[in-house]
Structure formats: structure tokens, C-alpha cells
């Protein structure tokens, strides 16, 4: 089961490309997402990186896909869902990244900093920041959640509310 999933995952990703150097952060405050880009930077073959590297870049923190941009996100993304599929990922929580905020129904969901954000909501955020994948993508994605579902760590609650409420829909080709 799990090399069919690795390799579903691998052809769904297949034709993303690297999103350039200029192109890695998705924040310009603090120091970590500048250390995410130095330490990305060149990084060109997601198939090539050691999943150790993955799971405490930047320098321990394990952080990183915290301050991707969302092409960065989209093109290293399969890079940790098979690091991950391996047991290979210690300090971080993938599943959470796919799944947090997601659960919620969007009108469930709360405003994340009403002075700085408005009425952005962390669905709205979610929604947003994964919109990059495609269909195949989402598919793919799904499929991993329902394997991290079978882990006697994952939570279980969170993970199937968000295939209910973003990407078995998603999968589909409906946009939510």
C-alpha cells in the first residue's frame, strides 16, 4: 500500500516546478523565514533531499513549512508527505500543516488577528494557502491522510473532518 501511495504522490508532483530562489519565504518578519530561503535556496529536486534535513530545517527549528511561500509549500510538499509515509519525520507534523483549521466549518472558523488581517478567518488562510494544489494533487494529499489516519498518534478527529470539509471535495474538482 505505502509504494503505491509514494508512487501516486510522485506523479501528482511530478511537473511542479521549482519556484525559484527569490521565490522560497512566504514572510518577510522574524529571522526563521530567512533562514528557511538561505537554507532552500538552490534546492532545485525535491526527490533528492535527506528527509533529516527536512525535518529540522531551518538549523533544528523544523519549521519550514511554516514560512514557505505557497509555491515553495506546493513544490517541497511531496518531498515530506514521503519523508513522512517512511517514518522519517520527527519534529514535524505534517499532518497538521494539511489538516489544522480545517476541521472547523467555515463558519465555525475564527478571525485569526482582526487589527492586522481584518475578518480573515484561519479557514480563509487555509483555504488560500492550499488552493495551489490540483485536483491529482488534492487526491494524493487525501490519500495521505487517510494512511496518517491508520497512525496510533494521529488525530483522528481533526484529520477526517478536513477530508470532509476541504479535500475529499477538493479531490472531487470542487472548489470550496
Known sequence: MTDLLKSKIA???????????????????GDEPYRVEKEFKGKTDWR???????????????????????????FYLPAYLLADIDGKLEFCDLAYRLTGQLEKKPEESGVINRKRY?????????????????????SAIAEYLRFKLESPD?????????????????AKGIKV
Request: glycine fraction near 8%.
Open 11 to 29: 506523479q501528482a508532483f511530478s511537473d511542479v516546478e521549482y519556484p525559484g530562489d527569490w521565490c522560497l519565504k512566504g514572510s518577510m518578519e
Open 118 to 138: 481584518g475578518d480573515r478567518t484561519w479557514w480563509d488562510y487555509m483555504t488560500f494557502r492550499l488552493s495551489v494544489f490540483s485536483r491529482e494533487q488534492c
Open 154 to 170: 494521529s488525530n483522528k478527529f481533526v484529520i477526517e473532518k478536513a477530508l470532509e470539509h476541504y479535500w475529499d471535495p477538493r
Open 48 to 74: 533528492v533531499l535527506d528527509p533529516e534535513f527536512l525535518d529540522r530545517a531551518p538549523g533544528g527549528l523544523g519549521s519550514a513549512l511554516s514560512f514557505f511561500s505557497d509555491e515553495a509549500f506546493r
